[in-house]
């Protein structure tokens, strides 16, 4: 059975840093492409970073040069660093996983697996 599992979310002041990690199942395996969305109530699930087999990766403007997107294949996991957290930044944030990734990196539709997300606040 597939499965994502997010951890490492929490309250941090603005300014501060955190690492999330997601922690994949067997069958997700370095072929697959990853991703980070966030979600915020009321607003559509938005595409934060999204790494491919190759190692390359691509971020959401509003992230690019304080989030960076890596994945360590032989623990099968992924990780999203985000430093200089804004307030803007508080949301719910979830991986994602694909084989093919079809739509791009940071599209919702690309992606067939998902983990149920963890909470990241950042107060001002």
């Known amino acids: 059975q597939v499965q994502l599992a997010e951890s490492g979310g929490g309250s941090v002041q603005a300014g501060g840093s955190l690492r999330l990690s997601c922690a994949a199942s067997?069958?997700?395996?370095?072929?697959?492409?990853m991703g980070w969305f966030r979600q915020t109530p009321g607003k559509e699930r938005e595409g934060v970073a999204g790494?491919?087999?190759?190692?390359?990766?691509t971020y959401a403007e509003s992230v690019t040069g304080r989030f960076t997107i890596s994945r360590d294949n032989a623990k099968n996991t992924l990780y999203l660093q985000m430093n200089s957290l804004k307030p803007e930044d508080t949301a719910m944030y979830s991986c994602?996983?694909?084989?093919?990734?079809?739509?791009?990196?940071?599209?919702?539709?690309?992606?067939?697996?998902w983990g149920q997300g963890t909470q990241v606040t950042v107060s001002s």
């Open positions: 994602a996983a694909d084989r093919y990734c079809t739509s791009g990196l940071r599209q919702v539709r690309s992606f067939s697996y």
């Open positions: 067997a069958q997700i395996d370095s072929r697959y492409c």
């Open positions: 790494i491919d087999r190759y190692g390359w990766s």
